[in-house]
């Protein structure tokens, strides 16, 4: 599988310079303005913008090392990337990446053996903290065997299973074997063909819904009753998984922040534990009020400015 050094037909180390250079070249040649205009030109050139846009800024290219090729492209770049067009005068500037978007850079430290073969599997955050069996999708180019057509390598899809532990956190990695459960087809179709390849399992969360991540911290919003933030009062607070019960004390103000402790995302383990989540109140108004209801709040709002009065 070709990856993004082998279309500008430069080396892993290339300069910034050379990288530019290279595209440039590459650009004026396959542009639709200069080409033959054939489609697979087109594609050339797009798979040239592609290519650079990423090798070009140090972040993305960072965490395409980190990814892998098949992996950033397929399961992350494809889903964060805005797609922009490029001229041979100008450099190609495209969306930003999720991770850097929300600055979670995987740690140098604990990233995947050098040339090894990424695939990533999506978790929800909530399935982190079980252990959870997963599918897993790889797709490799090999010789087409059918010798009469036109096309001399074809795309031949893996699906197989692994089982992810309990305590897994964005960014994780595993080595394939050791977590694999149903792909032994696969194991030893690689051993055979690709003896010195590394596979692994790097671990993406997906947002979930009504929560904000911020690196492992949660932040989510909660409406509350006027007369528990006046009484104060036992409330049900979603968390990644269920619910927990929390006391509010008596004359909470709107707008206030809660903090759950251990409640947010799973950390690595060199930090230990879990983020928190933040909880920030809201009011609730009823729209409509019953009869009982409106007669309180009338009397509420008459004792309530004859206190008044009286301290003026």
């Known amino acids: 599988m070709r990856n993004y050094y082998d279309i500008l037909g430069i080396s892993r180390d290339a300069t910034q310079a050379q990288i530019k250079a290279a595209y440039r070249v590459l650009a004026k040649k396959y542009h639709p303005d200069s080409s033959s205009g054939r489609d697979e030109d087109k594609e050339r050139f797009q798979e040239i913008q592609e290519a650079y846009a990423v090798l070009s800024d140090p972040e ?19 889903q964060h990337a805005s797609s922009q067009t490029a001229s041979d005068d100008s450099e190609v500037k495209d969306g930003h990446c ?125 409406t509350v009753d006027y007369h528990t933030l006046v009484l104060g009062g036992t409330v049900k607070i979603p968390v990644l998984k269920g619910e927990v019960l929390f006391d509010i004390p008596a004359g909470t103000t709107p707008e206030q922040k809660l903090r759950l402790v251990n409640q947010g995302l799973v950390r690595p383990k060199k930090m230990g534990g879990r983020g928190d989540l933040y909880v920030k109140l809201h009011i609730r108004i009823p729209q409509e009020l019953t009869i009982p209801q409106l007669s309180a709040m009338l009397k509420l709002r008459e004792a309530m400015e004859t206190d008044s009065e009286g301290l003026a």
């Open 60 to 78: 993305k290219r960072k965490m395409y090392h980190y990814y892998g090729h098949e992996t950033y492209r397929k399961s992350y770049y494809a």
């Open 98 to 222: 999720g991770a850097c978007a929300h600055g979670r850079k995987p740690s140098e430290e604990e990233g995947p053996p050098p040339q090894s073969i990424r695939i990533a599997v999506w978790l929800d955050p909530e399935e982190t903290l079980d252990t959870v069996i997963k599918d897993a999708y790889y797709t490799e180019r090999i010789p087409n065997p059918d010798t009469a057509s036109r096309l001399k390598f074809i795309e031949k899809n893996w699906k197989f299973q692994v089982k992810i532990p309990d305590g897994s956190y964005d960014h994780q990695f595993f080595i394939l074997e050791d977590i694999i459960c149903d792909g032994e087809e696969f194991i030893e179709h690689q051993k055979i063909q690709n003896p010195d390849k590394i596979y692994v399992i790097i671990i993406l969360l997906r947002d979930k819904p009504g929560f904000v991540r911020q690196g492992y911290h949660l932040y989510t919003d909660y």
